[in-house]
C-alpha cells in the first residue's frame, strides 16, 4: 500500500507543469481586485504587487503587454530566473489599460 502511495505521488509530480515558475509583478496604481485573471493565470494581488505561477521559463514584453491590458501600468515584471529592463517596461507601458 504503501508503494502504491509513492508511485502515485511520483506520478502526479510528473504530470506538473514543467515551467511553471512563481512570477510578481507590480503596477503603478494599486490593483483594485484581489484576484486578476491575465496570461490565463489568476493572479493574487495585494496593493501594487501581484503574484501568480506563470508556465513560463523568462519574463517578456509580451506577457507584460498582456498583463498592462488587464490592470494598467505595468512598473515590474519578474521571477526568479529573469526581470524586464527599464526599455522593456516602457515598450510595454504602451498597452497598459486607461
Known amino acids: 500500500m504503501l508503494r502504491s502511495a509513492i508511485l502515485g505521488a511520483a506520478a502526479m509530480a510528473l504530470t ?17 481586485e484581489k484576484h486578476v485573471i491575465a496570461e ?17 521559463k523568462k519574463a517578456s514584453v509580451r506577457i507584460c503587454k498582456k498583463i498592462a491590458k488587464e ?22 507601458k504602451a498597452s497598459a489599460k486607461s
Open 16 to 32: 506538473a507543469p514543467a515551467f511553471a515558475a512563481n512570477f510578481v509583478f507590480e503596477t503603478a496604481k494599486p490593483v483594485a
Open 40 to 56: 490565463s493565470v489568476v493572479w493574487t494581488c495585494e496593493g501594487t504587487t501581484c503574484v501568480g505561477d506563470l508556465d513560463r
Open 71 to 92: 490592470v494598467g501600468v505595468v512598473t515590474a515584471l519578474r521571477n526568479e530566473n529573469s526581470e524586464l529592463t527599464a526599455d522593456e517596461i516602457e515598450a510595454c
